[in-house]
């Protein structure tokens, strides 16, 4: 190798930027979504509950739905409960690393508050099979309308659905708008949902 091209060779290894990989991306992505603000997150959860009830009424298959009790920052969907009294409701319990949905009807007595500060259900109530549950409104730091989900990182969700070999639930990710980016950096193990729905609209 000439001196020239040895010089320019080690010219290009130090100028050189490494590509972020997609943890990376992703931290950056959740440090992005931390700085947000909803102006108004009671008006904007009223507005997604009733883009969800609608489609819920359109779809009287989904009998079994799995909900969350909302953290700071995520859609409140309690009232959904009320407006389908006669449909079954499940909420997820963490344990460990895995997570399961427990049915519950009267959510002030039945959740509890975990060591991490998070209302989950109580460890005795009935387990739904995921087999079981139709529909799973899906809670996330940020969206795309395509369908990709930027979780908090601890992967429950992906984990829980990588079980459904037989009938996966309708998956449809709940945010504010203000979260729904132009691109996410997707991995093999993150599910897809199927629909995104928040409070300016609900994607195809």
Same mark, same amino acid.
């Given at each position: 190798?000439?001196?020239?091209?040895?010089?320019?060779?080690?010219?290009?290894?130090? @100028?050189?930027?490494?590509?972020?990989?997609?943890?990376?991306?992703?931290?950056?992505?959740?440090?992005?979504?931390?700085?947000?603000?909803?102006?108004?997150?009671?008006?904007?959860?009223?507005?997604?509950?009733?883009?969800?009830?609608?489609?819920?009424?359109?779809?009287?298959?989904?009998?079994?739905?799995?909900?969350?009790?909302?953290?700071?920052?995520?859609?409140?969907?309690?009232?959904?409960?009320?407006?389908?009294?006669?449909?079954?409701?499940?909420?997820?319990?963490?344990?460990?690393?895995?997570?399961?949905?427990?049915?519950?009807?009267?959510?002030?007595?039945?959740?509890?508050?975990?060591?991490?500060?998070?209302?989950?259900?109580?460890?005795?109530?009935?387990?739904?099979?995921?087999?079981?549950?139709?529909?799973?409104?899906?809670?996330?730091?940020?969206?795309?309308?395509?369908?990709?989900?930027?979780?908090?990182?601890?992967? @429950?969700?992906?984990? @829980?659905?990588?079980?459904?070999?037989?009938?996966?639930?309708?998956?449809?990710?709940?945010? @504010?708008?203000?979260?729904?980016?132009?691109?996410?950096?997707?991995?093999?193990?993150?599910?897809?949902?199927?629909?995104?729905?928040?409070?300016?609209?609900?994607?195809?």
């Amino acid at each position: 190798m000439h001196a020239s091209q040895a010089l320019a060779s080690r010219e290009l290894r130090i @100028y050189q930027v490494p590509i972020p990989s997609s943890d990376e991306n992703k931290r950056a992505l959740r440090r992005h979504c931390r700085s947000l603000t909803v102006s108004d997150p009671v008006a904007d959860s009223h507005i997604i509950v009733q883009k969800t009830a609608h489609l819920l009424e359109q779809h009287p298959e989904w009998q079994c739905i799995a909900i969350y009790y909302p953290l700071p920052g995520e859609p409140d969907l309690q009232h959904l409960a009320a407006l389908f009294p006669h449909r079954t409701f499940v909420y997820p319990r963490i344990h460990g690393d895995d997570m399961s949905f427990h049915h519950i009807t009267r959510p002030s007595a039945q959740l509890t508050l975990n060591r991490w500060n998070l209302h989950e259900p109580l460890p005795h109530l009935p387990v739904t099979d995921i087999s079981d549950i139709d529909l799973m409104l899906c809670p996330g730091m940020a969206f795309t309308a395509q369908g990709h989900r930027l979780g908090k990182g601890k992967g @429950y969700y992906d984990r @829980y659905l990588a079980r459904a070999t037989q009938k996966k639930p309708y998956c449809i990710g709940v945010t @504010y708008a203000i979260f729904l980016l132009d691109h996410i950096p997707c991995d093999e193990h993150d599910v897809m949902m199927d629909r995104i729905i928040t409070d300016a609209g609900v994607s195809p």
